[in-house]
C-alpha cells in the first residue's frame, strides 16, 4: 500500500450515540480515572498509566511511515537516543519525545546491534518484512511469544518501549500491530482497551476501489477541503455476483464491524500462556476455551437465522466427507490497494490437497477416541469430561485444545484448518481465511465452524438430555412477557431495516498542503430499532437467577444438517433479583451483556486518553462485544415468525453471582468477551448457552417447557414475535 494511502486513513472516527447501563447512567458519564494531559514530556506520559497507554497504542497509527512522523494530532514525535536510532534518523524537534536507552540490570546500555542480534535470536527469520502474520499459525505465534517475553523481560517500561520502537523497521506490520496488543494484554501497567481494528486498518475493512477513490477524489477537491469541507463517499461492499446465491449474505458477512468484532475477540482472548500468573494477563480469562466454543457457536446461529432470513439452507458442514470434492463458490475479497491484492482469491472449485485432508482428519480422530473414553489429556495430565451440579467441567479445556490455546497431543484443528483453506487456491499469498480480521468475509467460514461446533456439540450430547432437577427453579413462574419496539406501539412485532446512512469519518493529515481535512462514507448496513422487554415473574421467596433470552425462528427446516441448538441466537443474559410476589422485569435491548458498549477509534481513544474523559471500566476492559446494530435478524419484508424462548435459572452454588459487581458487569459484555478472573470470574457458572447447548429432546425446543411428568414447567416460557424488514 503506498504511503499517501496510509496518511489518508490515518484516522478514522465512528459516530455513535451514548449507550445507557442498566442503572440509568450513561457510560460516558462514569467518572474519568486522570487528569487531562498537558505536558507531553516523554518522562511525564511514561510515568502515568494514561501516558504509558497513549504511547503503545499511538504506534498503531500511520503503520506504514517511519516512528518519527507525527502521531496522536502532532503530540507525539518519537525519536530514538543514537545508542538506537538508524543513521536517517532526524534530528529530535525540541517538542518531540527523547526515548530512552535499552539497559540492563547491571546498569549498562543495550545498543543497536544488541537488540538486532536478540531479534534474529527469537524470531530466527521465520517471519520475513513482506511474508504475511496470522494467528492460525502456531509457529507465527510462537514468535510473537518469544518477541514480546524478551519485550516483557527489559527492566522498565522505558527500556521496553524504546526496544519496541526500534524493532518496528524489522517486522511486518501485521507482527509489529500483534506485539503491540499483545503488550497491551501482559502489562499491568497500561490499560487493557485497544481500538477499533477498522481505525487501525481499514484496508482490511473497505475494498481497494474505495481506497483509491478516496485517494483521487481528494487530490482533485483539495482546495475546498482545506477550508474544512467533507467529501462524502458512498459505498456498498458487495463482492459477490448477484446470481451467486451467498451473495444474499453480502450485509453480514462483509459487514466492517462483525468483522472488526472477530477479530478485536480473538485478540482480547489471546493464546499466549507464558504469564498464566498475571490476574490482568488474557490468558486468565475464565472458561476461555468455553469462550472460544460459544463465541463461535453463536457466530454460526447468527448466520443461521440470517441465511434463513435471505431464502438460504442452514450452513452446510466443511467436514471430511467434503474435504476432497470441489469447493463452491470461490471468494475474492477484493481487499488491498490498486493492483495489489492484500488476499489472494480462491477459484471456484478447488479441491483440498490429500495429505491436508490426512492431517486434519488425525486431529479430529485423536480429539474424538478420547472424548468417548471421556478424558483429555493435557499436559500429562488426565482431565476427567464430567458434568457435576449444573458445571460442565470439560467443555473449556475441550475448548483449549481445538483451539490451541495449549499444546497437546491433539494438535491444532481450528486453526489448521482455517490456514489450509486460506491455501486452497495453491497459489501465492494467503486468503481470507488466514486471518481473523477478514475470515467472515468467505462463505467457507460459516460450513467450517459447522463442522468445528459439531463436535463440541458431540461432546455436550455425550452427557444425555437435562433432567427437571438441572433445569427447573421452583417458587418462580414467569408469568407474562412482551417486547415492544421504540418504532411504534404494536406489541411482539420488531423491526429491520437497511441504514444507507451508517456513516465512518476519516480525518486526513496531508490530503492537502494547506491543512488537515475530512472524508466522510456513508455505506450500507442492517441496523433495526431499538426494543424493550417486559417481565412479570412471580416468586414464593426472595431469590436470584439468571435470565436468559433466545430467538429461535419459528419454522424449522427439515434438512439433515438442521441442528436446533445451531440456530439459536442468546439475545441476553443477566441478573434478575425477585422478590417475593410479584416482579416486573423491564429490559432494553441495547443493555445487552452480548453487545459492544463503546466501539473506540484510535483517534477518539487518543482523545480520551489526552483529555482524561475516560472512565476507569472502559480503560480496563473496553471495545469487545458483538455490533448492537445486528443484535437481531434480518427477517422478511412480509414478517418472518420467529420465538422468543426464555428462561430463568437459580444460581449454582459456587456461582460468583452471589457476591459480583453487578453494576460493573453489566456495563461491560461478560456473555460475548469473558470476565478476568481478577475481576471475580464468569459470574454464572452454568454451561454458556444453556439449556440449548445440548440437543433436546426429539430435537425440539419446546419439549424443555414442559417437565418430565408433562407438567408446564413454570420458570421457562415463550412468545411469538414477527421481524418485519424494510429496505
Given at each position: 500500500?503506498?504511503?499517501?494511502?496510509?496518511?489518508?486513513?490515518?484516522?478514522?472516527?465512528?459516530?455513535?450515540?451514548?449507550?445507557?447501563?442498566?442503572?440509568?447512567?450513561?457510560?460516558?458519564?462514569?467518572?474519568?480515572?486522570?487528569?487531562?494531559?498537558?505536558?507531553?514530556?516523554?518522562?511525564?506520559?511514561?510515568?502515568?498509566?494514561?501516558?504509558?497507554?497513549?504511547?503503545?497504542?499511538?504506534?498503531?497509527?500511520?503503520?506504514?511511515?517511519?516512528?518519527?512522523?507525527?502521531?496522536?494530532?502532532?503530540?507525539?514525535?518519537?525519536?530514538?537516543?543514537?545508542?538506537?536510532?538508524?543513521?536517517?534518523?532526524?534530528?529530535?524537534?525540541?517538542?518531540?519525545?527523547?526515548?530512552?536507552?535499552?539497559?540492563?540490570?547491571?546498569?549498562?546500555?543495550?545498543?543497536?546491534?544488541?537488540?538486532?542480534?536478540?531479534?534474529?535470536?527469537?524470531?530466527?527469520?521465520?517471519?520475513?518484512?513482506?511474508?504475511?502474520?496470522?494467528?492460525?499459525?502456531?509457529?507465527?505465534?510462537?514468535?510473537?511469544?518469544?518477541?514480546?517475553?524478551?519485550?516483557?523481560?527489559?527492566?522498565?517500561?522505558?527500556?521496553?518501549?524504546?526496544?519496541?520502537?526500534?524493532?518496528?523497521?524489522?517486522?511486518?506490520?501485521?507482527?509489529?500491530?500483534?506485539?503491540?496488543?499483545?503488550?497491551?494484554?501482559?502489562?499491568?501497567?497500561?490499560?487493557?482497551?485497544?481500538?477499533?481494528?477498522?481505525?487501525?486498518?481499514?484496508?482490511?475493512?473497505?475494498?481497494?476501489?474505495?481506497?483509491?477513490?478516496?485517494?483521487?477524489?481528494?487530490?482533485?477537491?483539495?482546495?475546498?477541503?482545506?477550508?474544512?469541507?467533507?467529501?462524502?463517499?458512498?459505498?456498498?461492499?458487495?463482492?459477490?455476483?448477484?446470481?451467486?446465491?451467498?451473495?444474499?449474505?453480502?450485509?453480514?458477512?462483509?459487514?466492517?464491524?462483525?468483522?472488526?468484532?472477530?477479530?478485536?475477540?480473538?485478540?482480547?482472548?489471546?493464546?499466549?500462556?507464558?504469564?498464566?500468573?498475571?490476574?490482568?494477563?488474557?490468558?486468565?480469562?475464565?472458561?476461555?476455551?468455553?469462550?472460544?466454543?460459544?463465541?463461535?457457536?453463536?457466530?454460526?446461529?447468527?448466520?443461521?437465522?440470517?441465511?434463513?432470513?435471505?431464502?438460504?439452507?442452514?450452513?452446510?458442514?466443511?467436514?471430511?466427507?467434503?474435504?476432497?470434492?470441489?469447493?463452491?463458490?470461490?471468494?475474492?475479497?477484493?481487499?488491498?490497494?490498486?493492483?495489489?491484492?492484500?488476499?489472494?482469491?480462491?477459484?471456484?472449485?478447488?479441491?483440498?490437497?490429500?495429505?491436508?485432508?490426512?492431517?486434519?482428519?488425525?486431529?479430529?480422530?485423536?480429539?474424538?477416541?478420547?472424548?468417548?473414553?471421556?478424558?483429555?489429556?493435557?499436559?500429562?495430565?488426565?482431565?476427567?469430561?464430567?458434568?457435576?451440579?449444573?458445571?460442565?467441567?470439560?467443555?473449556?479445556?475441550?475448548?483449549?485444545?481445538?483451539?490451541?490455546?495449549?499444546?497437546?497431543?491433539?494438535?491444532?484443528?481450528?486453526?489448521?484448518?482455517?490456514?489450509?483453506?486460506?491455501?486452497?487456491?495453491?497459489?501465492?499469498?494467503?486468503?481470507?481465511?488466514?486471518?481473523?480480521?477478514?475470515?467472515?468475509?468467505?462463505?467457507?467460514?460459516?460450513?467450517?465452524?459447522?463442522?468445528?461446533?459439531?463436535?463440541?456439540?458431540?461432546?455436550?450430547?455425550?452427557?444425555?438430555?437435562?433432567?427437571?432437577?438441572?433445569?427447573?427453579?421452583?417458587?418462580?413462574?414467569?408469568?407474562?412477557?412482551?417486547?415492544?419496539?421504540?418504532?411504534?406501539?404494536?406489541?411482539?412485532?420488531?423491526?429491520?431495516?437497511?441504514?444507507?446512512?451508517?456513516?465512518?469519518?476519516?480525518?486526513?493529515?496531508?490530503?492537502?498542503?494547506?491543512?488537515?481535512?475530512?472524508?466522510?462514507?456513508?455505506?450500507?448496513?442492517?441496523?433495526?430499532?431499538?426494543?424493550?422487554?417486559?417481565?412479570?415473574?412471580?416468586?414464593?421467596?426472595?431469590?436470584?437467577?439468571?435470565?436468559?433470552?433466545?430467538?429461535?425462528?419459528?419454522?424449522?427446516?427439515?434438512?439433515?444438517?438442521?441442528?436446533?441448538?445451531?440456530?439459536?441466537?442468546?439475545?441476553?443474559?443477566?441478573?434478575?433479583?425477585?422478590?417475593?410476589?410479584?416482579?416486573?422485569?423491564?429490559?432494553?435491548?441495547?443493555?445487552?451483556?452480548?453487545?459492544?458498549?463503546?466501539?473506540?477509534?484510535?483517534?477518539?481513544?487518543?482523545?480520551?486518553?489526552?483529555?482524561?474523559?475516560?472512565?476507569?471500566?472502559?480503560?480496563?476492559?473496553?471495545?469487545?462485544?458483538?455490533?448492537?446494530?445486528?443484535?437481531?435478524?434480518?427477517?422478511?419484508?412480509?414478517?418472518?415468525?420467529?420465538?422468543?424462548?426464555v428462561v430463568i435459572s437459580p444460581l449454582v452454588e459456587e456461582d460468583s453471582a452471589h457476591s459480583a459487581d453487578w453494576a460493573s458487569l453489566?456495563?461491560?459484555?461478560?456473555?460475548?468477551?469473558?470476565?478476568?478472573?481478577?475481576?471475580?470470574?464468569?459470574?454464572?457458572?452454568?454451561?454458556?448457552?444453556?439449556?440449548?447447548?445440548?440437543?433436546?429432546?426429539?430435537?425440539?425446543?419446546?419439549?424443555?417447557?414442559?417437565?418430565?411428568?408433562?407438567?408446564?414447567?413454570?420458570?421457562?416460557?415463550?412468545?411469538?414475535?414477527?421481524?418485519?424488514?424494510?429496505?
Amino acid at each position: 500500500m503506498s504511503q499517501s494511502i496510509m496518511i489518508i486513513l490515518s484516522y478514522l472516527v465512528i459516530t455513535a450515540s451514548g449507550n445507557v447501563s442498566p442503572y440509568g447512567k450513561l457510560l460516558s458519564d462514569l467518572s474519568p480515572t486522570q487528569k487531562p494531559l498537558s505536558n507531553f514530556s516523554y518522562p511525564i506520559l511514561s510515568s502515568t498509566k494514561h501516558g504509558r497507554h497513549l504511547l503503545l497504542v499511538s504506534l498503531l497509527e500511520e503503520l506504514h511511515q517511519p516512528y518519527w512522523v507525527p502521531r496522536s494530532d502532532g503530540n507525539l514525535m518519537l525519536f530514538l537516543p543514537l545508542s538506537l536510532a538508524p543513521e536517517d534518523q532526524p534530528p529530535p524537534p525540541s517538542a518531540g519525545q527523547k526515548l530512552m536507552e535499552v539497559m540492563r540490570g547491571d546498569g549498562t546500555i543495550v545498543v543497536r546491534d544488541e537488540v538486532i542480534a536478540m531479534l534474529n535470536d527469537k524470531e530466527d527469520f521465520l517471519l520475513l518484512l513482506d511474508e504475511k502474520f496470522t494467528r492460525f499459525r502456531e509457529d507465527h505465534v510462537e514468535v510473537v511469544k518469544r518477541l514480546v517475553n524478551m519485550l516483557i523481560s527489559q527492566v522498565s517500561f522505558d527500556s521496553m518501549f524504546s526496544m519496541l520502537v526500534m524493532l518496528k523497521e524489522f517486522l511486518s506490520i501485521e507482527l509489529f500491530m500483534d506485539c503491540i496488543y499483545s503488550l497491551i494484554q501482559r502489562r499491568k501497567d497500561v490499560g487493557f482497551i485497544i481500538p477499533s481494528a477498522v481505525s487501525v486498518q481499514p484496508e482490511d475493512y473497505f475494498p481497494s476501489d474505495l481506497l483509491e477513490g478516496v485517494l483521487r477524489r481528494g487530490k482533485r477537491q483539495a482546495v475546498p477541503w482545506a477550508t474544512g469541507n467533507m467529501l462524502p463517499v458512498n459505498y456498498r461492499y458487495k463482492t459477490l455476483p448477484d446470481d451467486e446465491p451467498e451473495s444474499r449474505m453480502w450485509y453480514f458477512r462483509e459487514d466492517p464491524m462483525v468483522n472488526a468484532n472477530h477479530f478485536h475477540w480473538h485478540q482480547v482472548l489471546s493464546n499466549d500462556e507464558v504469564m498464566k500468573s498475571d490476574p490482568m494477563h488474557s490468558s486468565n480469562i475464565d472458561r476461555r476455551g468455553e469462550m472460544f466454543y460459544f463465541m463461535h457457536h453463536q457466530l454460526l446461529c447468527r448466520a443461521n437465522l440470517e441465511r434463513l432470513s435471505v431464502g438460504l439452507d442452514v450452513s452446510k458442514p466443511y467436514g471430511p466427507e467434503e474435504w476432497g470434492q470441489p469447493l463452491h463458490p470461490g471468494y475474492d475479497s477484493k481487499l488491498g490497494v490498486g493492483s495489489v491484492k492484500k488476499y489472494a482469491s480462491r477459484p471456484g472449485g478447488a479441491v483440498m490437497h490429500a495429505s491436508d485432508a490426512r492431517k486434519l482428519s488425525k486431529f479430529e480422530e485423536l480429539l474424538q477416541n478420547d472424548i468417548n473414553r471421556g478424558w483429555l489429556v493435557v499436559k500429562g495430565s488426565y482431565i476427567k469430561l464430567e458434568y457435576v451440579d449444573g458445571v460442565d467441567r470439560g467443555i473449556s479445556t475441550l475448548g483449549d485444545v481445538v483451539e490451541s490455546y495449549i499444546i497437546s497431543k491433539y494438535g491444532d484443528l481450528h486453526n489448521t484448518g482455517h490456514t489450509i483453506i486460506s491455501n486452497l487456491h495453491k497459489g501465492r499469498g494467503d486468503g481470507v481465511m488466514a486471518t481473523p480480521n477478514v475470515a467472515i468475509r468467505d462463505p467457507i467460514f460459516s460450513r467450517w465452524h459447522k463442522y468445528i461446533d459439531d463436535i463440541f456439540l458431540g461432546y455436550k450430547n455425550w452427557f444425555g438430555h437435562y433432567t427437571d432437577q438441572d433445569l427447573d427453579f421452583p417458587g418462580v413462574t414467569l408469568s407474562s412477557m412482551s417486547v415492544m419496539t421504540d418504532k411504534d406501539h404494536h406489541a411482539n412485532y420488531l423491526h429491520t431495516y437497511m441504514n444507507h446512512s451508517a456513516f465512518v469519518q476519516l480525518s486526513s493529515l496531508d490530503l492537502t498542503k494547506a491543512g488537515s481535512s475530512s472524508v466522510g462514507i456513508h455505506y450500507t448496513r442492517l441496523d433495526h430499532f431499538p426494543f424493550t422487554y417486559n417481565f412479570m415473574v412471580e416468586s414464593s421467596t426472595p431469590t436470584r437467577g439468571i435470565m436468559r433470552i433466545f430467538l429461535l425462528p419459528a419454522s424449522i427446516p427439515s434438512a439433515e444438517e438442521v441442528e436446533i441448538t445451531q440456530l439459536a441466537v442468546e439475545l441476553d443474559r443477566f441478573h434478575v433479583h425477585l422478590n417475593a410476589g410479584v416482579n416486573t422485569i423491564t429490559r432494553r435491548s441495547g443493555d445487552s451483556s452480548f453487545l459492544a458498549k463503546k466501539r473506540r477509534s484510535l483517534y477518539e481513544l487518543q482523545k480520551m486518553l489526552i483529555q482524561g474523559t475516560i472512565s476507569e471500566d472502559e480503560f480496563n476492559w473496553g471495545g469487545c462485544g458483538w455490533p448492537e446494530e445486528m443484535l437481531i435478524p434480518r427477517g422478511t419484508e412480509e414478517g418472518m415468525e420467529f420465538d422468543l424462548f426464555v428462561v430463568i435459572s437459580p444460581l449454582v452454588e459456587e456461582d460468583s453471582a452471589h457476591s459480583a459487581d453487578w453494576a460493573s458487569l453489566n456495563t461491560g459484555t461478560w456473555s460475548w468477551c469473558g470476565v478476568r478472573t481478577d475481576m471475580g470470574g464468569m459470574p454464572d457458572s452454568r454451561p454458556m448457552g444453556y439449556p440449548l447447548d445440548r440437543s433436546p429432546p426429539n430435537g425440539d425446543w419446546r419439549t424443555l417447557l414442559v417437565g418430565e411428568y408433562g407438567v408446564r414447567r413454570r420458570n421457562m416460557a415463550s412468545l411469538p414475535v414477527v421481524i418485519l424488514h424494510k429496505q
